[in-house]
């Protein structure tokens, strides 16, 4: 079992930024890749961003790419979003999940355990 607990969420003009956290507790962090994930209302939830186990391979969805980046750090068991020049389409419910592995596909499915997700609001 893994317990994920994202913050740093929080409402700011289009053009901000944010820093999104994920603390990770239950099992060793290292051992598995991480994602973050988003869901607007009414939509449903997106891939935004992966990492993989020692945090030097990543991988973005396109609507993101070049003003997000995904990091991590083993030794304090984190998983953290840089979110730049943010959109007011960028508005969701962001969460972060563990997977076993990197590779593979990037649904949702591919993810074991999740945070209870944190609120992001980008205001025009």
């Known amino acids: 079992q893994v317990q994920l607990v994202e913050s740093g969420g929080g409402l700011v003009q289009a053009g901000g930024s944010l820093r999104l956290s994920c603390a990770a507790s239950g099992r060793t962090f290292s051992n598995y890749a991480m994602g973050w994930f988003r869901q607007a209302p009414g939509k449903e939830r997106e891939f935004v961003a992966k990492?993989?186990?020692?945090?030097?391979?990543?991988y973005y969805a396109d609507s993101v790419n070049g003003r997000f980046t995904i990091s991590r750090d083993n030794a304090k068991n984190t998983v953290y979003l840089q979110m730049n020049s943010l959109k007011p389409e960028d508005t969701a419910v962001y969460y972060c999940?563990?997977?076993?592995?990197?590779?593979?596909?990037?649904?949702?499915?591919?993810?074991?355990?999740w945070g209870q997700g944190t609120q992001v609001t980008v205001s025009s």
């Open positions: 999940a563990v997977r076993p592995t990197y590779y593979g596909s990037n649904g949702d499915y591919e993810y074991d355990y």
């Open positions: 990492i993989n186990r020692s945090g030097g391979s990543t």
